[in-house]
C-alpha cells in the first residue's frame, strides 16, 4: 500500500513535463545532479548554524554592541502577585477596563497601580536591546556573506544575464559544486531560523515569518529535487541583495545612530522594491510561469513551484506597505526609523497617561479593543 502510494506521489508527470522523469536526474559519466538524499545535509548544517550563532553573538556581536554604545535602559519590575500573574498569564496580557477595575477590587489596589502592573509585566518579557542587535547583527553577517557568494557563483553563468537560459536543457542539467554549496548552506540557515523562531525577537509580523520560512525551505528544496536549480539560485540571490541592508540598518537604529539609520534604511527600501517588487515578479517568476509553457505544457510541479513564487511575492508585497510607511514617516524630519513590526516598550508616563484616556473613554462606553491607547506625544524606540 505504502509504496503504491509513493509511487504516485513520485510519478514522472506530477513533476516533470511529458517527455522527462526521474530517469534524467541519475548520475553519469562522470555528470552529477542533485539527489534527494543531499537534503539531509541541511540539518547538521542548520545545527552548525545555531553553534556558530552563539559562539558568534557572544564573542563579536556583544563587543560590536558595546563599541557602538548599545545600552539597555533599566527595567523596573513588577512586584510578584498571584492573582494578577495569573491573569496575565491564563488571559490576556491587555485587559479591559472593566477587568482592571475587578483585579482591583480582587487585589487591593488602585485602578494605577495595576495598570502599572501589567505594563512592567509586559516590559520583562520584551527582550532587550542587546538581543535585538545580537539578533540584527548575525543575520546582517550571513546575508552580507550570501549575497556575495551567490554573486560569485552566478556571475560567470550564462542565465544569470539571460534568464530564458534556465531552462535550457530541462532537466538534464548537471549541478556544478558551487551550486550544491550555495544552496546547502541557504537552505540550512533557514532551517536554522525555523529552529530558533520560538526563542528570537517576536514582531508583529511573527505569523507571516513563519509562513515566509516554510515557503522557502519548501520552494529551496522542490527547486533542489527536481532540477530547478539555475531558478533557485537567482532567487536566493535577489532575497539576499536587500536583506543585509535592512539587518544593519536595525543595528544602527540600536545603537542610536539615527541619520546612518535613516540612510541605510532608505537604501534598504529602494533595492527592495527593484530586487522583490521588479526584479522578482517581472523577470525571474515571468520566466518561471509564462516563458516556460512556451516549452513544455503545464504540469502539477508547475503549478507548485509557481504557487509557492506567488505566496512569497505577497508577502514581499506585504512587507514593502510597511517598509514604504516607514520611509514617509521619517521623511518630514523624524529623528528615526521605527520597526513597525517591532513591539515597543512602555514608559511610565505613558502609562499613567492611557490610564487617564482610558478611563475617560470608558466612562463614554467606549474601549478600543481592550487594549492600551498610544499617547502619539512620546517618541518611543524599537
Known sequence: MLSRLGELIWADWIWFPEGHGWADLKDHDGIVFPKTQDLWATIPIALCFLVIRK????????????????????????????????????????????SIESLSKQTGCS?????????RRRNQDRPSKLK??????????????????????????????????????????????SQYWYYVIELGFYVSL???????????DFKEQIIHHVATISLI???????YIRAGTLIMLVHDASDYLMESAKMFNYAGWRKTCNFIFTM???????????????????????????LYPPFLGFYFFNGLMLVLQALHIFWAVLIVRMVIKFLP??????????????????????????RGKFMNGYVQNGHSLLNNNHNKKD
Open 132 to 177: 535585538k542587535f545580537q539578533e540584527a547583527s548575525w543575520r546582517f553577517t550571513f546575508y552580507l556573506l550570501a549575497f556575495f557568494a551567490g554573486l560569485a557563483v552566478l556571475i560567470d553563468k550564462p542565465w544569470f544575464y539571460d534568464m530564458k537560459q534556465m531552462w535550457d536543457g530541462f532537466p538534464k542539467m548537471p549541478l556544478l559544486p
Open 194 to 204: 525555523l529552529f530558533s523562531i520560538a526563542s528570537d525577537v517576536k514582531r508583529k
Open 221 to 227: 528544496s522542490f527547486s533542489w529535487l527536481v532540477n
Open 111 to 119: 485602578v494605577r497601580q495595576v495598570q502599572r502592573w501589567f505594563r
Open 333 to 358: 524630519g523624524n529623528d528615526i526609523v521605527e520597526d513597525e513590526r517591532s513591539d515597543k516598550e512602555e514608559t511610565e508616563s505613558e502609562d499613567d497617561d492611557n490610564g487617564r484616556e482610558q
Open 268 to 294: 534598504f527600501a529602494a533595492v527592495f522594491i527593484v530586487t522583490r517588487l521588479v526584479i522578482l515578479p517581472f523577470w525571474i517568476i515571468y520566466t518561471t510561469w509564462v516563458y516556460p509553457l512556451t
Open 55 to 98: 559562539i558568534f553573538e557572544r564573542t563579536v556581536a556583544t563587543p560590536l554592541a558595546s563599541l557602538l554604545g548599545v545600552s539597555d535602559k533599566q527595567r523596573v519590575r513588577a512586584r510578584p502577585n498571584p492573582v494578577l500573574e495569573s491573569y496575565f498569564c491564563s488571559t490576556s496580557k491587555h485587559p479591559t477596563q472593566s
